[in-house]
């Protein structure tokens, strides 16, 4: 099936964190605080997709105060961090919003991602993802991990169901 046709019934998209919304690399303080980058272009690629009416959710692996803050900065409500299975975790997570795995998108890229990514009715990764869960995904962003490849998502989500140019417009009136 062709991916525009996939991310059109998109309605809950999944994001992981680190090698998605970062460049997957763990930086650490002297005093042992964890730090992270995040690109401000994919934060307003989530944003358009929360504007347009699409649910937003992080499922990651890792446990982090550095994500509840970016999720909070976003309006993300939908975080679920220290998650073992990112599949039945996004299950229950659609259940509670009456969605299917059919509505849902994720974007991940690790073999840990593959279970949630097959499940769902739209998948994608990064150019660097790992080989599996590239040949799986519905889509490879050109862009890379922390450096826009969710912002490229988000427009080709919002390309798909016809909402690309109202969004944009709507920024530049």
């Known amino acids: ?74 309006g993300i409500a939908l975080v679920l961090q220290g998650v073992e299975n990112k599949k039945a975790a996004m299950a229950e997570l659609l259940e509670r919003q009456g969605l299917s795995f059919a509505d849902a998108g994720y974007m991940g890229d690790d073999v840990v991602d593959l279970g949630v990514m097959r499940a769902c009715g739209f998948s994608a990764t990064v150019p660097d993802g790992h080989a599996l869960v590239r040949r799986q995904a519905d889509y490879v962003a050109a862009a890379p991990a922390g450096g826009g490849a969710v912002r490229e998502v988000c427009e080709l989500i919002l390309r798909a169901q016809g909402r690309l140019d109202g969004i944009l417009e709507s920024y530049a009136a």
């Open 1 to 74: 099936m062709d991916v525009l046709i996939k991310a059109n019934y998109v309605r809950l998209m999944g994001f992981d964190i680190d090698g998605v919304m970062t460049d997957g690399r763990l930086y650490f303080s002297p005093r042992g605080d964890e730090l992270k980058a995040f690109f401000t272009r994919d934060g307003l690629g989530l944003k358009m997709l929360a504007k347009s009416g699409i649910k937003l959710a992080i499922i990651t692996g890792r446990s982090s105060e550095i994500v509840a803050q970016r999720a909070a900065n976003l």
